[in-house]
């Protein structure tokens, strides 16, 4: 779609191609929107901050290699031989693609009255869009089906217009007390491709920090480095602070000024709260209200402690953000019945782990500590 300025037979007239506009405007625009949504997030954050936003080749699935045996080395003197057996422990995590989109329209009454501001017309509509998509993703990461009914934090979200599945939530990649299929490998069969677990039985302060040092070291054991996050709800984490103080009589180190969530230091991980963080134990979101969910209505609190080294998003190049185009190279469609235009942005992609004995989760916390 095009709008020309002036007269067609005039010596120069202007003619702006909105498609073209959108187009400049989000290839521009794609760092900032990709940042943004990790910003929805501190594990997306720590995934993109962590240069694991990843673009993965075409094919049926995405392969990730996983390596849970390492390689002999042995001693030798002189002339020994050395050994040349291939070394077992290596496979692959087969995930599916998941396709999204959010749509951006105008209409042209919109077009006519901005018509010297095409530029940020545009760039408010794209803006528009990343809200959307932000939004969108931390949910489907972070509840999987759970808000939706007969549905779990473990399966993922499912499109009621089409049902397509979302991306693979977070309490699928890392499960409390339910050994689960993982990028095709069952966890029930191989114990090392299972994630630590544990139930709190805390009524004091003083246990609570224990059963979060216990379970900090559990997943910082062996190679791979220690726990970098931790996540948590807001009565946990206000729980957490208060023990800290209680048993410590200091309040914990403080995160970089600059880090875009709340939260505090334990050990060597960031401690961050997030309204999304479910109840593991009892497979629940509290209720939503104004948009985010009320931590009060949660019956217990949860704890992730991350690696988020191991974790990544992997994208498809040609699905990366964005504006789908027809047959004919047009990125806008204009209704039959209207006088308006839309677009679509769309990403093909999924959230990949390929080390879940570096992840644990620590569930039933009791709302009150003593």
């Not at 949504?37 to 936003?53: F, M, P, Q, R, T």
């Not at 997943?219 to 709800?233: A, E, F, M, R, Y």
Request: charged residues 15%.
């Amino acid at each position: 779609m095009a709008l020309t300025f002036g007269s067609t037979s005039a010596p120069s007239n202007i003619t702006t191609y909105l498609d073209s506009i959108f187009a400049i405007s989000l290839a521009n625009y794609r760092k900032t929107l990709i940042d943004n949504i990790g910003a929805s997030n501190a594990v997306l954050y720590e995934i993109l901050k962590g240069d694991s936003y990843e673009s993965a080749d075409g094919g049926t699935y995405i392969a990730e290699n996983l390596m849970y045996g390492l390689a002999p080395s042995m001693w030798y003197d002189g002339y020994d031989e050395f050994s040349t057996l291939p070394t077992d422990g290596i496979s692959q995590a087969i995930f599916e693609w998941r396709q999204m989109a959010s749509p951006i329209a105008y209409n042209m009454k919109e077009v006519y009255q901005n018509q010297h501001r095409l530029v940020d017309l545009v760039k408010s509509r794209i803006q528009q869009s990343e809200m959307g998509i932000q939004e969108g993703w931390a949910r489907a990461f972070l509840w999987g089906s759970a808000t939706q009914a007969g549905g779990s934090l473990r399966t993922p979200f499912v499109d009621p217009t089409n049902t397509a599945s979302a991306v693979e939530p977070l309490a699928k990649l890392v499960d409390y007390n339910n050994n689960v299929v993982v990028g095709n490998i069952d966890s029930n069969v191989n114990t090392w491709w299972r994630n630590h677990w544990a139930t709190s039985a805390a009524t004091t302060y003083t246990t609570f920090l224990y059963e979060m040092e216990n379970m900090y070291n559990s997943v910082s054991l062996g190679t791979g480095g220690p726990c970098n996050l931790i996540l948590c709800d807001q009565v946990t984490y206000q729980n957490w602070i208060h023990a800290y103080f209680s048993v410590f009589k200091a309040s914990p180190d403080a995160l970089d000024m600059g880090y875009p969530f709340i939260g505090k230091k334990f050990l060597n991980a960031k401690v961050i709260m997030d309204d999304k963080i479910p109840d593991a134990f009892s497979n629940a979101i509290g209720t939503i209200t104004g948009g985010v969910v009320d931590p009060t209505t949660l019956t217990y609190g949860t704890m992730y402690f991350l690696n988020t080294k191991f974790f990544k998003v992997r994208y498809n190049p040609e699905r990366n953000y964005e504006i789908l185009k027809d047959e004919n190279g047009k990125g806008f469609v204009k209704p039959i019945n209207g006088d308006s235009r839309v677009g679509q942005i769309a990403w093909m992609g999924q959230c990949t782990i390929n080390n879940r004995r570096k992840q644990g989760v620590l569930a039933k916390i009791a709302r009150t500590l003593t």
